[in-house]
């Protein structure tokens, strides 16, 4: 994984219903694939809940694994997914 690879910070936003362990369930596959998370936030709706993940350390490849897993679970509408460089403290 190249420097600038790891530079990235992957934001994914997924849309799902409103189960009480939605939050616990769309978190596992981070875990499996050793995201280092920088935040998580969850909002509820008329239609479900909107849960934006913010991760550090993903390579390309780790990210749409993630994608393809989140996209593969009962309770997933919907998956999106970008990416920013990570805010740098100040020295």
């Known amino acids: 994984m190249t420097d ?6 992957h934001c994914f936003v997924v849309e799902a219903t409103d189960e009480f362990d939605a939050l616990i369930r769309v ?18 709706g008329p239609h479900g ?12 490849r780790r ?12 309770l997933v509408l919907g998956v999106a997914i970008g990416w920013t460089q990570p805010e740098r403290a100040a020295a």
């Open 27 to 44: 978190l596992t596959p981070f875990a499996v694939q050793a995201a280092r998370l920088a935040s998580v936030t969850l909002e509820r």
């Open 49 to 60: 809940v909107r849960i934006r993940i913010e991760a550090d350390g993903l390579s390309t």
């Open 63 to 74: 990210a749409e694994t993630l994608v393809r897993r989140l996209r593969g679970m009962p």
């Open 4 to 9: 600038s690879l790891c530079a990235r910070r």
